[in-house]
């Protein structure tokens, strides 16, 4: 399971990343390029999360 | 009695009534009343724990937030991200080792892991220090939103005095099964809301999203990024990291892991809860839209903005329904708050240090017994608290992290801390959160001389920092590295 590692890119992205984009322009999505940054990061979440899911074996052969 | 305070009692009365027909028939044994008999389905864990993050203070303290210090309300949309990531692996364990021993609260959880009761009594009397202050947040803002929905017809005080007594009373009578079917309710209509006045007021007042930030930008240039002191990374980046970690360490929060039926729930939701952040966006939206139409509020007025431009732009029947919205966001994490304050003095400080043998029975009524007082205290710090609630909040957060190395250790084959450790960790910790608190102190006032970048530090991520080393020492000192005896 390797694949749980990509959990740290959101931490990694959101605590350090943010400081490269911490800029008002260019308006993205009609929000500050910063704040827009930091809501990408939820879908982008949740898409790893996802994939973290359906490869767990864990969540395999039991429907609950 | 005028339209919107009209819409707004029917809200309230639908709240009531579903929280009173949630019992059905039930008989309501001490694990039906926590923890729901530890039953519920992935959706309904789901609303209960989105329910913690749509609260009242998000609705009003969000918008509030955004309206009066701009790039610093980002943390929130980040850190609930971040916690529901870890919750994956997280939540699982603990859920798992409750349902082995039959566990109703969080200091219990402590007490069986570290088979100690002076631990399990401390993280009783942090969780209810902490607790009461949230409890009377959500309710000070009941106040305030009946308050303004009602065009000022009902004042803050009997609006405050009748919400804790619809609260008590089907909290009493359903326990959590009330609270999650008001979640039900709660959340649709939040969504519904909070998504409408994000899109509707940006574009009615600015013609659009990407105007009214650039707008915002040219009146206050600097206000929508993070600068080099005050609101800076530091800041942020440490109360990120202090706030994700403590987001589950709320008694309440234990109290909606031991409802869920399996521990599937908790992976699945880890999946869709950073979805569901998205709303918070929207919440923040509205605050920002009125910033340049309702200038000029200041200090706790600030949580007025969602509000104030409400009633400039809309019909009162639909006031009424904002109105409305806002008083089921205070009761569902109000609800949860009373069951786990409450039966965390019953379970752990009567059972767990006065009358050891007391039954699940007696338990179980003394805790419904504590509801309303519990209730009571809360609303008269409410309408007595003044500006130091929203201190006494942060200092809530600071004060539940605390708990977090020694629950991370106990779930570990081998424990690295032991409990003489944990104890003097946390002990050592909360006195310095409290009389930094007291004193006003922050890291900023202690070393003037230091740069930014270390100047500010979070205090309570520092404490949480001394925390780990204390708890290090003192266990390395009392040396017993012992193997768990109780881990599943």
Redo the contacts between chains.
Sequence with gaps: MTLRWL?VV??VA???G??LV???EP?V????L??AW??A???L??L???L??LR?P??RN?Q? | MNTSLTVISLFSLLALGLGLRARSGRRMTLEQWTVGGRGF?TILVFLLMAGEIYTTFTLLGGSGFAYGKG?AV?YI??YC??A???S?WLLPPIWRFAKQHKILSQPEFFRKKYDSRTLSVLVSVVGITASIPYLALQLKGLGIIVQVASYGTVSATPAVCLGVLLLAVYVVVSGVHGSVWTAVVKDISVLGIAVFLGIYLPIHHYG???E???AI?QAKPGF???TSSGTS?TW??TT??LTATGFFMWPFSFTSIFTA??E??F??N???L??Y??IL?FVFFVGFAAILKVPGLKGGEIDLALFKLSVQAFDPWFVGVIGGVGVLTALVPGSLLLISTSTSIANDLYRGAINTRATDATVNRIARLLVPVVALLSAYFALNGGGALVSLLLMGYSLVTQLFPGLLVSLFEIRRLNTAGVISGIVVAEVAVVSATLTHSTIATIFPSLPPAVRDINFGFAALIINVLVASAVSFATQSRARSVSSS
Excluded at chain 1, 29 to 32: A, D, K, V
């Design positions: 959990a959101p931490f959101i605590l350090f943010t400081p911490n800029k008002v308006i999505l009609g929000m500050p910063v704040l930091l809501s990061w939820l879908p979440s949740a790893i999360m996802g973290i899911y767990d864990a969540n039991k609950s | 389905g790039a980002y949309l980040m991200t971040l529901y990531i870890y994956y659009g999203f990407g009214m930030f650039r930008d929508l990024i993070f990374f942020f980046q990120v990291l039926k399996s599937q729930a992976r699945r880890a999946v869709t950073p979805i952040q998205l966006l």
